[in-house]
């Protein structure tokens, strides 16, 4: 995976646009699975490559783990985007995105929430823990892989 911050920080703008355009479109209230179909046409639309439920091999002592795990949307081989349609976000999810984002090795996440008025209001921008932290957008407050 990419690990470029420059082209990290392009495609990630780029995700955040679009799920914008799909959330004025759409509006809240719809499941996860339709706004996860409608973010694949978005994406495509812009020309960014994007693989759906993406399936993530994992290991454990060196044997292959079956169950491995889902993420909803890898953009570009480099962002990892997990849709949410819940009232609010809780630290469960944000602690979700980052455990992909160190078991994938990829360097950036978003977490949106489309149960939201505003999809700022829904979205937390995260950074693999050891790998890319855009220092110029770490908050005092943020706890490690999440950033403001």
Same mark, same amino acid.
């Given at each position: 995976?990419?690990? =470029?911050?420059?082209?990290? =920080? @392009?495609?990630?703008?780029?995700?955040?646009?679009c799920a914008i355009a799909v959330h004025r479109a759409m509006g809240p209230g719809?499941?996860?699975s339709v706004y996860r179909s409608c973010m694949a046409v978005e994406l495509k639309a812009e020309n960014l490559a994007c693989e759906v439920e993406k399936r993530v091999a994992l290991q454990y002592r060196g044997q292959d783990i079956a169950a491995g795990l889902t993420v909803d949307l890898l953009v570009e081989q480099c962002v990892?985007?997990?849709?949410? @349609?819940?009232e609010r976000i809780?630290?469960?999810?944000? @602690?979700?995105?980052?455990?992909?984002?160190?078991? @994938?090795n990829c360097p950036a996440g978003l977490l949106l929430n489309f149960h939201t008025t505003s999809?700022?209001?829904?979205?937390?921008?995260?950074?693999h823990p050891d790998l890319y932290v855009k220092r110029h957008q770490r908050s005092a407050y943020a706890r490690p892989g999440e950033e403001y």
């Open positions: 995976m990419s690990h =470029d911050p420059a082209r990290v =920080d @392009a495609v990630t703008e780029k995700v955040i646009g719809l499941l996860e990892i985007v997990e849709l949410k @349609a819940v809780h630290p469960v999810h944000l @602690a979700q995105v980052i455990t992909y984002l160190r078991l @994938a999809l700022r209001a829904g979205l937390r921008r995260l950074s």
